[in-house]
């Protein structure tokens, strides 16, 4: 939900675009009759829309499309910096290809090594593949820590990550 001030700005900003450009935009104004047309035909395919998106998410591309937004909402929420996109989500599916600490599952997350609840980032750098009973145990728990506690050694893709970030004592 946008702030107060946000829409404010934005309202203004629109309105003065419109006047600005009034010929650019003459007759490409939705009518009241195209908002109605537009809406009936909504209601009329509704089911139809539904099942092509289920379709659409359950693909490899779909996945991937999720996941990045949620991460650009997160970095949002969390008023972090971010660089992920579409192109760096899958190169880091790609790059990942299963869990990176335990091999397996096939629902996938994006993990964050460093949690942002312990200041870490959401830069690509910060983020690898993790399947979703790994990543919900892992919680905000430092990643070296919570693999001692599972069994597991701590995977090398994020001890190569962490030395990129510049993370002392590794």
Known sequence: ??????????????????????????????TKEDIARRRRWYNKNKEHLKE?????????RG????MTANHRRLAREKERPTDLDFKKVKEIYERDKVC??????????????IALAKQGSCMSNNIVLACAPCNRSKHDRDVFIWCKLKGVAVPEIVIQLLRGQGIQGI
């Open 1 to 30: 939900m946008r702030k107060p001030e946000n829409k404010k700005r934005k309202a203004e900003s629109d309105r003065k675009y419109r006047e600005k450009n009034k010929e650019k935009l003459k007759g490409k104004r939705e």
């Open 52 to 60: 092509v998106r289920r379709a659409y998410y359950k693909t490899p």
């Open 63 to 66: 996945k991937l499309s999720v």
């Open 100 to 113: 990176v600490y335990c091999g397996g599952g096939d629902s996938f997350e994006l993990d964050h090594i």
